[in-house]
């Protein structure tokens, strides 16, 4: 992604071109990352409990199930998406230029169809982690900023958003390449097993509050570039740019902690293993603190010079790096507190107690809001910024307080009520 967007800055700048691309594209995304990225924490748990309880055969019939429905709702959620093209960009798009719209439009058709791509994709994600593989689905993450690259190149400033469109699509096919042993194993005759509707039944009540969360918080980019868009032309892109190296090591650190975390929790709930997960929680807490606290203070000191070296160049000028610098270092606060966060919802999925999350998310959003309201009046498109870092430290302590809560009542209801959680 950071290589896509070094290519968008040099060729495009800050204009209405990146604005229609960044636009369209975190829409895509707030669908995927609502319905399909959601049912990785929801299967995870759910695959390691069924292995744990029925053994493997079973296991992989839970994922062909709920893959199959879930890519099947992809489909229908695209073509919706198709059919009120205009409509949805005379929302998310409403004060963007008839000319900018028109290119934002163009690239929604195109991008609508990596949605069922990326259910498939996500499907094959949580077999490939259950399975102790995380490189694999790491690097399949690549592949559509990889490819919307390719294709900038290719095209040039004339066909830019058509093409970083086509070439994102294109990635996401590419990205399902990257699992052959987990389409063997998903396509499987094991796999086609009957799968018990409590089964089912269990992983829809764990998705459904995931879904109803990840709109709320998803929602955010969304809320920030609605709010951006009515700021100084190139809010947008100024805000995206800033985001850039935070979004690159939360991407990074992120990924691991989950791909690494969750199966590894939802394998120790499964076993009522409570001493190692009170400990893994407890090490991966301070290794986190130990590591990103003073990454973050120093990232922030040197953040003006880091975003010149990245982005002046071509047609990003020395006056566009101020601005994109203020944004980053605002952003960059949020780091720490995202990961514990992070490593908290974890916990709290392998628990089974999603709906935890849900409520988290309301307060986030509500908070996000509110210090949009206030900050963007006195410092602008940072001020959008600083109220996401603001938004996650709220939501780490929600999630500390609401985790060891959860990982204490499921220790007692085992009978281990002098346990104590994380």
């Not at 709920?66 to 695209?78: E, K």
Request: with cysteine.
């Amino acid at each position: 992604m950071v290589l896509r967007d070094l290519f968008m800055a040099n060729e495009l700048g800050i204009s209405s071109a990146v604005d229609a691309y960044i636009i369209v594209y975190t829409f895509v995304m707030f669908v995927a990352a609502v319905l399909a990225a959601s049912m990785s924490a929801a299967l995870t748990p759910a695959f390691m409990r069924q292995r744990a309880a029925a053994g493997e055969n079973l296991a992989l019939a839970l994922a062909w199930h709920s893959g199959v429905r879930l890519c099947a709702g992809m489909v229908v959620v695209a073509l919706v998406i198709v059919g009120a093209s205009d409509l949805i960009l005379s929302v998310v798009a409403s004060n963007l230029s008839p000319d900018t719209r028109a290119l934002a439009r163009v690239a929604l058709l195109w991008m609508a169809g990596l949605l069922p791509l990326h259910a498939i994709a996500v499907v094959l994600a949580v077999i490939a982690n259950a399975h102790g593989a995380f490189v694999r689905p790491g690097l399949a993450l690549a592949m559509p900023p990889l490819f919307a690259s390719i294709a900038l190149i290719l095209a040039g400033p004339q066909g830019a958003v058509a093409a970083l469109a086509i070439g994102t699509v294109l990635g996401t096919v590419v990205q399902l390449a990257c699992f052959p042993f987990e389409w063997t194993q998903l396509l499987g005759r094991r796999s086609r097993e009957r799968v018990a509707t409590g089964a089912l039944r269990h992983l829809l009540s764990q998705y459904l509050p995931v879904v109803a969360g990840a709109v709320l918080m998803s929602a955010t980019p969304l809320i920030d570039q609605a709010m951006a868009a009515t700021l100084a032309g190139g809010s947008i892109a100024t805000l995206s740019y800033g985001q850039k190296l935070p979004a690159l090591i939360l991407m990074i650190s992120a990924l691991a902690l989950s791909t690494a975390v969750l199966p590894h929790l939802s394998e120790m709930v499964a076993n009522e293993d409570w001493v190692g997960m009170r400990d893994t929680v407890r090490v991966v807490r301070r290794l986190i603190v130990i590591v990103f606290v003073p990454l973050t203070v120093v990232l922030i000191a040197a953040s003006r010079p880091l975003a010149a070296l990245v982005f002046e160049r071509g047609a990003f000028t020395a006056a566009a790096v101020t601005p994109v610098s203020l944004v980053q270092s605002a952003l960059l606060l949020q780091v720490p507190f995202f990961l514990v966060g992070t490593l908290y919802v974890r916990l709290i999925s392998a628990l089974g107690r999603n709906s935890i999350l849900l409520w988290g998310t309301v307060i986030s959003l509500c908070v996000k809001v509110g210090c949009n309201l206030l900050l963007m009046r006195w410092l602008g498109v940072t001020g959008l910024a600083l109220s996401t870092s603001i938004v996650y430290v709220v939501a780490c302590i929600y999630l500390t307080l609401q985790a060891r809560r959860a990982a204490a009542q499921r220790i007692a209801g085992t009978g281990l009520v002098e346990a104590r959680s994380s």
